[in-house]
């Protein structure tokens, strides 16, 4: 699975920019579905029928996000350098030193204005990049060019580091969650590898509303507290995949929380229950999606959410993909 997750985090897709992303998810989920479509916003729906003459299929809407976190050049001064506008969730105090990588391949380094009070943290926008121009007109980059912050995938026994596990790591589980699917689920599935989830869940929103599944289920990563000084949270790497109660925007449908527990204690896969407090998912559009869903979201564990070391346990990814395939092959008797 390593070769599968480094060769998708590494990709570059900052929310609105998911095409690389796509074409490399395309192929390798097109021999396990029966019908493809891209929609309006970029969004990879991949349906997978129910078995025949199954009684009472559920359409069942999984949801990963394709984009990540991103910057985009809002201005180029004379000199050549680049102020920047974030693209989702971008936190000041990861910028200094960091590099980015643009859709051609360019590769700028960010600096900062002049630091008096190193106590501080500097805004955004006393940041710049650096592609190596001296003038505006010799700019590789232009205005409305987006970027991504750029870092080499590591293994580093069982924890996987990356710049965008959140959330890649989440299409990798949908990914092998469809390859191991071999018999045709007693339900109509649609895995949807999504657009624009950092810049407000966007692209599972107008989805969501097309399909309007009955079953709603994102798999994405989540807080861990099991880091020094870290807000207490009762998450932590390696102790399995978290099935969510609750976050900020959404809290889950209670029966399927006891459910997607009970698949779980049955199968023998470890998992944790997350509260989140903040921050929310995919999950969020598709419960309130036309007249509403029953909805849930499977969680990867994850470190330093949202920084280019987002570090994820194999272990919790395996269990995932464990444990949304036991979800999605028995009943929805939620
Ligand atoms: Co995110
Ligand atoms: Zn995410």
């Known amino acids: 699975m390593n070769d599968l997750i480094r060769s998708l985090v590494e990709a570059f897709g900052p929310s609105g920019f998911e095409d ?73 105090h990861t910028l200094l030193g960091g590099r980015v990588r643009f859709a051609d391949g360019t590769i700028g380094v960010i600096g900062s204005d002049r630091i008096d009070d190193r106590s501080a943290i500097h805004p955004i926008n006393k940041h710049f990049i650096d592609v190596g121009a001296t003038s505006r007109e010799d700019c590789p980059v232009k205005v409305g060019d987006a970027a991504h912050f750029y870092r080499p995938f590591v293994e580093r026994g069982r924890h996987l580091t990356a710049k965008s596990m959140d959330d890649r790591i989440g299409c990798v589980v949908a990914i092998e969650a469809l390859r191991r699917l071999a018999e045709p689920a007693p339900h109509d599935l649609y895995f949807v590898f999504s657009v624009q989830e950092e810049v407000g869940t966007r692209g599972a929103e107008a989805a969501a509303n097309g399909l309007m599944p009955d079953v709603s289920i994102a798999l994405d990563v989540t807080l861990t507290g099991d880091v020094p000084e870290c807000r207490p949270m009762d998450v932590r790497l390696g102790a399995g995949p978290a099935i969510k109660v609750k976050d900020s925007g959404m809290i889950a449908h209670a029966g399927l929380v006891r459910l997607m527990r009970r698949r779980a204690e049955e199968a023998g896969i470890a998992y944790q229950l997350e509260v989140l407090d903040g921050g929310t998912t995919d999950a969020r559009p598709m419960q309130l999606a036309g007249p509403g869903s029953v909805a849930g979201c499977i969680s990867i564990p994850c470190r330093y959410v949202h920084s280019p070391s987002e570090t994820v346990d194999a272990g919790d990814v395996e269990g995932a993909v464990q444990l949304l395939v036991a979800l999605l092959q028995g009943e929805m008797d939620y």
């Not at 990540?68 to 680049?82: A, C, N, Q, R, Y």
């Open 20 to 92: 690389a992303v796509r074409d490399l998810i395309r192929p390798l989920v097109e021999p396990y579905a029966d019908e493809i479509t891209v929609d309006a916003l970029g969004n990879l729906i991949v349906r997978k029928k129910a078995v025949a003459g199954s009684p009472n299929p559920l359409k069942v809407m999984i949801a990963a996000h394709m984009d990540e976190i991103g910057v985009m050049v809002s201005h180029i001064t004379e000199k050549g350098f680049l102020r920047f506008t974030n693209i989702g969730g971008v936190h000041s």
